[in-house]
Each structure stands twice: as structure tokens, then as C-alpha cells.
């Protein structure tokens, strides 16, 4: 059974940063994708960052490139989302996804396993 656990989340200044973190567990990652996604109320959930647990290859959304960086530790089976230079329009609830995957997929619906979320909430 695949867990994955969210953190890090909170209140923010704009052009401040936060790491959110996503601790996974119940597998073994090395075939898996994991993503970063988020929703803000009344928008649907969309695409953060993604990467593949062995390689380490990424992939952004434009929204964030050059700000945000995704990561893992795989000896502590977590994985971050360093984000910089927030701006109000990143507030949301950011989700953790896991896929076994060969591929990086960044749509919502091509991932089997989510997080329970963690409010990012950026003032102006």
C-alpha cells in the first residue's frame, strides 16, 4: 500500500520560500514517477513539477521554471519541492502523486497514488 504524506506547507510572504516535502512508503520507488501538483479553490488540479525516482530526470510547468525544484532523497524515500520567489497566484493545497511509470506524465489522471495535500498560502 502505497502512502505518501505531505508537509511543509504555510503562510508565506511573496518572494519568500518554502520547501514542501512528501514522504513516501509501501514500495520500492526505483520505477515510479512522482509529481507535484496543485489546486486553488475553484481551479482544477494542475501540473507542478515532476521527476523519475531512479535518473533523476525532470519536467516543470512554465509557471514555475527557474523558481521551483523538485528532488529526492531516496535514502530517507522523500521527495522535495523547493519553491522561490513565490507569488500570490501560487497559493493553493499542493499534492504529492506517485506512478509507476516509464514515462514523466503530467496530467493529474495518470497517477494512481496522492498525498492528503498541504495548504501554501502566499500574501501580498
Known amino acids: 500500500q502505497v502512502q505518501l504524506v505531505e508537509s511543509g506547507g504555510g503562510l508565506v510572504q511573496a518572494g519568500g520560500s518554502l520547501r514542501l516535502s512528501c514522504a513516501a512508503s509501501?514500495?520500492?520507488?526505483?520505477?515510479?514517477?512522482m509529481g507535484w501538483f496543485r489546486q486553488a479553490p475553484g481551479k482544477e488540479r494542475e501540473f507542478v513539477a515532476a521527476m523519475k525516482w531512479i535518473g533523476g530526470r525532470t519536467e516543470y510547468a512554465d509557471s514555475v521554471k527557474g523558481r521551483f525544484t523538485i528532488s529526492r532523497d531516496s535514502a530517507k524515500n522523500t521527495v522535495y519541492l523547493q519553491m522561490n520567489s513565490l507569488k500570490p497566484e501560487d497559493t493553493a493545497v499542493y499534492y504529492c502523486?506517485?506512478?509507476?511509470?516509464?514515462?514523466?506524465?503530467?496530467?493529474?489522471?495518470?497517477?494512481?497514488?496522492w498525498g492528503q495535500g498541504t495548504q501554501v498560502t502566499v500574501s501580498s
Open positions: 502523486a506517485a506512478e509507476r511509470s516509464f514515462s514523466l506524465p503530467t496530467t493529474p489522471g495518470t497517477y494512481e497514488h
Open positions: 509501501g514500495r520500492t520507488f526505483n520505477n515510479y514517477a
